[in-house]
């Protein structure tokens, strides 16, 4: 009996017809059952003649499956397995977890901290060896990667491979994808699976020369179901529609995006997390439509985060507040200080932040597009950061104050169960209290050196009672903000940690 | 014959009836005259039978007055003196110039650069003359300043003076101002404008503790028309008529605060500048009203600048963008580094900052409140910015695109004549070229170290002819965006300055 993990690839495949275009005409579907229980599942064809079907256990024990198709070779196959228990380091995917987070399905709490290497799929294997390689040394868990190579500055290398066949007049048929380019795609999706990382998987974007922004809606439709068909079944993946889908309205209007949404949602039967990323600040999806799991945005200022949480209601990941670089592109240029600031300003508000780095160089590898090597400061810090906050997640960090009123448009603090953490960034007072818990305890301080990723003791004192402060005719009661206060360096770019009682 | 230079101060004074009360029941005015031209200057009680009228002439030769009263002693009075040309660096009283900026009378450009000592003619003489030392050995040219002492936070001390007689009862008598009170702060205004100092002079505050924020209407316009007798012939009187007047609208409704322009407009003849200072960032008076002449304002969200000033179509100084300090107050805690980055921030986007210090001590001796000496490292940083200002200012400079869109969101360009300087912040390039000069020509480029304080040459480059961007069907033409570009260290906190011409 074949045998496989909980949360891990079964497949199978059929030979069936390799005449006509099987990629349009063959349809193949698979019906996997647990007792009562029945999951449908997309096959997809591999080329050659081969159809596969690929689905992701979410219960251990005993499953069958039954096939029906369009054709006689296809129909009525049938299989049966075994599912053994997740391995080691297995959480299943990940989920959207206390409105505002993210858990495996396992219910471990997940944090994402992610990095782009939007084409990296498309470069020499040797680049995309060092791309895994690096991934595997630094503390991110997620990575945003295009389907599609691109075309853009610094971005002028040929792909990989094609996305879709070629015909015999030498042009794209975008009736046929390229099995050979998707076997690839996937096949990184799961070594990123292997090393716990998120793929983020963008379909759509506008950086195009090869004529791919260009398929028709018909051919659109079909591959954002060929890719559900192929990928669903990889526990890592994300369905990011695109990056920067305001500047493709112009080939793909609104409702085309919605389709593609609501495609995900009768094709990938896991339902993997779905997200929309916008170009210009202020063109942001409705991330409100309830086929969206959760808020994607690029903005660079990311004291607005509290605003985002509040506007939509859902998980906010702020994949791009610009990256660390040095590049002419302004979006692409900040220092490695202020993205690991950006970063603790929007974790400490109750979002979660993404990573890119872009350093000019010779031979245009970088990061933020073609993956490699990392040659930045921020990533150490941003690991950092995530280390901080495992430590103590159980739900997620939610802010001191969501409506953040005074101080908490300034600071940011957020609290997770009995750990508070407030983040000083520019500000640099020497003694602290808003926000600290109310009641009288036992409580340990901390200051965290986001930039030198320290963490050091910090003394408890009383509260201040300040003078009282008027308001014309009003006095304005300056009770102690909370049971105690704490003593800080006076120097920026701090964390305070509170936690209650001890720890070892 | 008397003489008196231009924009200084012309005071003749009388004896009068000191029963009753004078300072409510005489009613006196002078009529100053040059030809045909008259001026109206309401005159004042001094206390002790002595009456005054003072005058700032603005322009030299001969000039005469006579005075109106309703009691006989001060009626009819005349007199006449000679007008001399401006002492050496009186450049006369400041004025609004090219919508967006400021100019003496005698129209040299005028950058406020300010600083804040609410309440320093409160305390001990020995401190205020250590606040004009400081103030002297620094490149501020404007100085915020109440003239009501402050209860507050760090503000416990005893007041210098009683602003308000008190009576037989040992209460204030809020019908008779205390002229020691009024001699001593008209005194160090005068002192102020010894150094080319401009007294930004609050008129109301919120933190009180003796029942200057509850005096009756009535009592309130007094006020308001007696200091404009008093200080308006001083050339270097700016009126802010409140700091955070919105936390005074429980005792002063909206209609006061109109009037008290209106008094000013009615009693200050130069019509010296007038502004007011909301508390809350989201209650900003509304600046487009006629009797402000410039917007001032609190907020730390400097990069809104441009915001304001498409909102009010005046200068703004934002005079409180947070604080260089450590106190336990968020408003008073950031860094000079920060502060000194708000600073280019804001007036690389057209408007002007106000700087101030808070760090603890056990003295309570915090320069924003008391004055004294100053302890940060962001008063240097400021003089030079304003240095790097005065070398190339004209009509001021103007941001490179009003409307702040991409990229000047993010950082921050500004043109004065053929004069362009681009502060990058948080941004790091190691080239650039958006907003340099479009025509072929001679430039010279340097880079602005703003933390050091240095200036070093930088090399022109062509600009660079960057990868089309496509945006779906449309591509993007990536034409230079400059006639040329130049290169850049790669470190944040840098400005960049072009400008047309070599200048030895």
């Known amino acids: 009996m074949t045998t496989v993990a909980q949360w891990d690839v079964f497949e199978d495949s059929f030979e069936g017809p390799s005449s006509g275009n099987p990629f349009l005409e063959v349809k193949l579907e698979a019906f996997f059952q647990q007792n009562s229980r029945v999951v449908r599942v997309p096959g997809f064809y591999d080329g050659d003649g081969i159809f596969r079907v690929r689905f992701m256990p979410d219960n251990p024990g005993e499953w069958s499956f039954s096939t029906k198709a369009n054709v006689a070779d296809l129909d009525g196959k049938t299989g049966n397995f075994t599912v053994t228990a997740p391995r080691d380091g297995v959480h299943g995917p990940v989920r959207v977890a206390n409105k505002f987070h993210f858990a495996y399905a396992d219910g471990t709490p997940y944090l994402p901290f992610g990095t782009t290497c939007y084409a990296w799929t498309h470069q020499p294997l040797s680049e995309q060896v060092k791309t895994l390689e690096t991934m595997a040394k630094t503390r991110f868990n997620k990575l945003r990667m295009g389907v599609f190579p691109k075309d853009y500055p610094y971005n002028v290398n040929e792909a990989l491979h094609d996305v879709y066949q070629k015909g015999a007049d030498g042009q794209y048929d975008f009736d046929r994808p390229n099995p050979e380019s998707f076997r690839h795609f996937e096949n990184q999706v799961k070594a990123l699976g292997e090393l716990g990382i998120e793929a983020d998987i963008i379909m759509f974007h506008p ?82 439509k309830p ?9 660079w200022d990311v004291k607005r985060t509290g605003e985002w949480r509040l506007a939509y209601g859902k998980p906010v990941i702020n994949d791009e507040p610009e990256y660390e670089g040095n590049i002419i592109q302004v979006w692409g ?26 350093f000019a160089n010779s031979d245009d590898l970088l990061w933020w597009a073609k993956g490699g090597e990392l040659h930045g400061e921020a990533w150490k810090r941003i690991g950092f950061l995530r280390d901080v906050m495992q430590e103590d997640v159980q739900n997620g960090f939610e802010p001191i104050d969501p409506t ?5 448009n ?30 009288d305890g036992d409580y340990h301080a901390d200051i965290i050196d986001t930039r030198n990723m320290t963490v050091e003791p910090a003394k408890i004192v009383a509260a201040p009672e300040n003078h009282p402060t008027r308001h014309g005719a009003t006095i304005v009661q300056r009770k102690p903000d909370a049971a105690f206060a704490v003593e800080l360096p006076g120097r920026p770019h701090l964390a305070l940690r509170v936690r209650a009682g001890k720890r070892v």
């Open 207 to 288: 950086y195009d020369r090869w004529g791919y922004c260009d398929m028709s809606e018909a051919q659109d439709y079909a591959y954002v179901e060929y890719l559900a068909a192929r990928l669903s079944a990889y526990r890592n993946v994300w369905w990011s529609l695109a990056n920067e889908y305001d500047f493709l309205l112009n080939t793909k209007p609104m409702h085309q995006w919605e389709r593609y949404f609501h495609i995900l949602e009768e094709n990938d039967p896991y339902g993997h997390l779905r997200s929309i990323h916008n170009g210009d600040p202020e063109a942001n999806y409705d991330h409100r």
């Open 291 to 299: 086929w969206v799991t959760h808020v994607c945005i690029q903005n």
């Open 333 to 358: 240029s900040i220092s490695a200080e202020e993205l690991v600031h950006r970063y603790w300003i929007t974790t400490m508000r109750g979002g979660y932040a993404g990573h890119g780095e872009t």
């Open 404 to 408: 953040t009123r005074y101080p908490w």
């Open 410 to 439: 300034r600071v940011s603090g957020a609290r997770d169960g009995d750990t508070t953490i407030i983040y000083f960034g520019e500000h640099q007072p020497v003694i602290w209290s808003a926000g600290l818990p109310k009641d």
